[in-house]
């Protein structure tokens, strides 16, 4: 029982004679880290001075080391990190010049501004992505002439006109939304199909507007030529695209 007893005090001292050396051998490091870190911040390299330094406080936390990094962090343009430190600081030193100096410091830091935000640029991949498309748009046609009351043919051929023009407008850009799924169509039957019905579309489209602006050309023409005009008539025309044509909105109005 003795020599067990024995053993175990040897095993005791050998780890703190072990625990003892490597701490010393830590606080050796520790001050040596310290002058790197002042010999960096007297060359004004704060930022490689504040690293130095920190490394130094966590081998041996001494508030020296912890001052010094918060000085060097502060003239590096960090003052957040100083900030931290330097309360760090106050929380833990007694020693009254300390405290004033911590003090005098956190002034300087409070008067500072902050730093600019960080603009990042886009990447080159980013802006060769093409945009959203964007929603459609209403596009609307408002006419305001001065018509006799009793010409009704007159505003029959105008109206008939005005809707005829925008469903020529609806087939155009339906015909542009077949172009555009024809490029992306996966057999060449289907390719030729939408081929096929744009052009039929666009045709149409260009029928339907010249028939449209030819009777409102005979409408204009009959109210040119009715003598002077008795009240005044407003027309509206709205078309709106859609992935399949347009749809059109006619309002008239005396």
């Known amino acids: 029982m003795g020599s067990k007893l024995a053993l175990l005090a040897a095993e005791l001292i050998a780890l703190g004679l072990l625990a003892s050396r490597d701490a010393a051998a830590d606080t050796a490091k520790a001050r040596e880290l310290f002058k790197q870190g002042i010999e960096q911040y007297k060359a004004k390299n704060y930022d490689a001075a504040a690293a130095t330094l920190a490394k130094s406080y966590e081998l041996d936390p001494r508030p020296d080391a912890l001052f010094a990094q918060a000085q060097a962090e502060r003239l590096a343009g960090r003052c957040r990190e100083a900030t931290v430190h330097y309360h760090q600081l106050l929380e833990t030193s007694q020693d009254l010049p300390t405290i004033k100096a911590v003090q005098a410091n956190l002034a300087l830091c409070a008067k500072e501004p902050e730093p600019p935000p960080v603009v990042v640029a886009p990447r080159p991949e980013d802006s060769a992505k093409p945009a959203p498309p964007s929603p459609p748009q209403i596009i609307t ?8 009351r009793s010409d009704t043919l007159a505003t029959v051929l105008f109206a008939g006109g005005m809707l005829a023009v925008g469903g ?5 850009i339906a015909s542009n939304g077949a172009l555009d799924d024809a490029k992306h169509a996966r057999t060449l039957d289907q390719h030729e199909k939408l081929t096929d019905r744009a052009k039929t579309e666009r045709t149409l489209s260009f029928i339907t507007g010249g028939v449209g602006l030819a009777m409102i050309t005979v409408a204009i023409i009959k109210w040119s030529a009715g003598g002077p005009s008795e009240s005044r008539a407003a027309s509206e025309v709205a078309v709106t695209p859609t ?12």
Do not use: E, H, Q
């Open 243 to 254: 992935s399949g044509g347009g749809v059109v909105t006619f309002s008239t109005g005396f």
């Open 168 to 172: 020529g407008v609806g087939l155009y």
């Open 141 to 148: 046609k408002t006419v305001v002439r001065d018509v006799p």
